[in-house]
């Protein structure tokens, strides 16, 4: 469905307000929803003081903290909102490397909510490890459940005469991804919306991912990775994505896996997808212990521990 011209000039507003902020040499790590949170209770982050307590740490602010212009463009891109004399930014601008991100406000909350944290952070470092080792060229290109849009910005400026396309399910994902390349000067990013790679076509030298592999109960977008324990997307993505790989084409998915009486079930289930010749692969745990907060959530009974993993599969011949 085409953008309407409210919409258009919304964006175009928020690609202004990032142009503003990194003019203004902003920058900001995000951190996670935990850090976040204990921050924010202290009692000196009640109010924000600063660019970064406005579009990072998503702190209430007064009208006064922002110049008239940086309040135009958050009112003209409509993610303003007001709380009686106090107002709050629902977009959060964060930096990764050079580059200058704009996604969901915490709480991240709504079902549509574009998310970007340290997995966005690890999932760019096994993106630049691969592109520093890889020898098939990269021609085409896919960022599935793109988000915030990482993985098809870094693709996009490492390999310049590539097509590189970012598809996600969310619509407000797909302008925050367009926002983003826009503001990193890159031509050669497009937009679709999609399901993995449904009504995407031909195949691809690299494909990447970094999909949601939470249990959430309230199955938001973002987060739920479907399954018993938020595994099914991961594992739909490493089925589809590679039949959709040419010769020599790599797909890195970047995840996460609950872990359960010392076994590994992403892990196991690879190896029974991934047998045969076709495929030369490496699975890497990456971090032991991520997002341990969950453990507590309904589900997450048995779990002993989320790790972050990242699977490397090559199409041989």
């Known amino acids: 469905m085409p953008a ?8 175009e507003a928020l690609l202004q307000l990032g142009k503003r902020l990194r003019a ?3 920058r900001f790590t995000c951190v996670s929803p935990a850090t976040h949170a204990r921050n924010n209770a202290r009692p000196e982050a009640q109010r924000a003081c ?9 702190r209430p602010f007064a009208a006064g903290l922002l110049s008239a212009d940086q309040l135009q463009q958050l009112a003209e891109a409509q993610v303003l909102d007001e709380h009686g004399e106090s107002l709050r930014s629902k977009v959060r601008w964060s930096t990764l490397e050079d580059l200058l991100l704009v996604h969901s406000a915490y709480p991240t909350e709504a079902s ?11 999932f760019a470092q096994v993106i630049h490890e691969h592109l520093q080792r890889c020898t098939t060229p990269v021609e085409h290109a896919v960022d599935i459940g793109c988000g915030s849009g990482v993985g098809a910005l870094l693709i996009a400026r490492a390999a310049q005469h590539a097509q590189v396309s970012a598809v996600d399910i969310n619509p407000l994902a797909l302008r925050y991804t367009t926002v983003n390349a826009a503001l990193a000067g890159l031509t050669n990013v497009s937009v679709q919306r ?29 987060r739920h990775g479907g399954g018993s324990l938020g595994a099914q997307l991961s594992l739909q993505i490493i089925e589809q994505g590679c039949e959709r790989l040419g010769p020599g084409g790599t797909l890195l998915l ?6 359960i009486d010392g076994r590994d079930p992403l892990l196991e289930a690879a190896r029974a997808l991934l047998a045969g010749p076709r495929w030369s692969w490496v699975y890497r745990e990456l971090d032991p ?5 969950q453990l507590s959530e309904p589900g997450y009974e048995q779990v002993e521990r989320i790790a972050a993993v990242a699977l490397s599969v090559t199409r041989i011949g």
């Open 4 to 11: 309407s011209e409210e919409q258009i000039q919304a964006d």
């Open 24 to 26: 203004d040499g902003y």
């Open 50 to 58: 600063t660019l970064r307590d406005v579009f990072g740490w998503s």
């Open 112 to 122: 549509d909510a574009v998310f970007f944290g340290p997995d966005s952070y690890r």
């Open 194 to 222: 999609s399901n993995i790679l449904d009504g995407v076509t031909g195949t691809f030298d690299l494909i990447v991912a970094n999909p949601p592999y939470m249990l959430d109960t309230q199955q938001r977008q973002y």
């Open 254 to 259: 970047y995840t996460g896996v609950a872990m």
């Open 289 to 293: 212990d991520v997002f341990g907060e």
